[in-house]
């Protein structure tokens, strides 16, 4: 076992392949190739591919939490969305590799991922919770924000956008028309 190769080091050279040479590029043998360490000796700190991709997968998840988390901070109502949802894009845009392996994972019911997931949904909820939904409105906003933002991000990777009419300004229009969907603040 190479010196100082643990779990965090294995996982981050999957992230950085996947950044780099697409997400389908991340299996053992490539992760061994980038570390330069023989293809088993990863499985001292992973189980097997469906484990790397499954660690992956969180450690995504962490980071775009992250990047929301820090996008809302000081913000609520409108602002807040508007905060987070550019984030959102903005980090498919800036880790399009590392976003994919948010939803290619192995077992998305996997608990450890469901766990990091649901911090995401916890964030949305927090920052929607402004405009006083009843709950099963509130998942309703929850599930069509996250679908939006998605969505818009899944046909700009895919380059599914390609009129002349600025990218920015449908995000801005996209999040607008769903704010306004939403009752006003009360208080």
Same mark, same amino acid.
């Given at each position: 076992?190479?010196?100082?190769?643990?779990q965090t080091t294995v996982v981050k050279t999957a992230a950085l392949l996947a950044e780099r040479d697409g997400?389908?590029?991340?299996?053992?043998?490539?992760?061994?190739?980038?570390?330069?360490?023989?293809? %088993?000796?990863?499985? $001292?700190?992973? $189980?097997?591919?469906?484990?790397?991709?499954?660690?992956?997968?969180?450690?995504?998840?962490?980071? /775009?939490?992250?990047?929301?988390?820090?996008?809302?901070?000081?913000?609520?109502?409108?602002?807040?969305?508007?905060?987070?949802?550019?984030?959102?894009?903005?980090?498919?845009?800036?880790? %399009?590799?590392?976003?994919?392996?948010?939803?290619?994972?192995?077992? /998305?019911?996997?608990?450890?991922?469901?766990?990091?997931?649901?911090?995401?949904?916890?964030?949305?909820?927090?920052?929607?919770?402004?405009?006083?939904?009843?709950?099963?409105? /509130?998942?309703?906003?929850?599930?069509?924000?996250?679908?939006?933002?998605?969505?818009?991000?899944?046909?700009?990777? $895919?380059?599914?956008?390609? /009129?002349?009419?600025? $990218?920015e300004e449908t995000i801005q229009f996209m999040l607008r028309t769903f704010i306004n969907g939403l009752p006003?603040?009360?208080?």
């Amino acid at each position: 076992m190479r010196q100082g190769l643990d779990q965090t080091t294995v996982v981050k050279t999957a992230a950085l392949l996947a950044e780099r040479d697409g997400y389908e590029s991340v299996t053992l043998a490539s992760v061994a190739k980038e570390l330069g360490i023989k293809t %088993p000796s990863l499985y $001292n700190h992973v $189980n097997g591919l469906k484990g790397l991709r499954k660690d992956l997968a969180c450690y995504a998840i962490e980071q /775009l939490a992250h990047q929301l988390t820090l996008s809302a901070v000081g913000r609520s109502g409108d602002e807040a969305i508007l905060s987070v949802g550019f984030s959102y894009i903005q980090f498919v845009r800036d880790h %399009p590799g590392l976003y994919e392996a948010t939803f290619r994972a192995p077992d /998305l019911s996997d608990p450890d991922i469901m766990k990091k997931g649901d911090y995401i949904v916890q964030l949305l909820v927090a920052i929607l919770n402004y405009y006083h939904l009843a709950d099963e409105d /509130l998942i309703h906003a929850v599930r069509a924000l996250r679908s939006l933002v998605h969505g818009f991000a899944m046909i700009e990777m $895919n380059r599914g956008f390609n /009129l002349s009419v600025d $990218n920015e300004e449908t995000i801005q229009f996209m999040l607008r028309t769903f704010i306004n969907g939403l009752p006003a603040q009360t208080h």
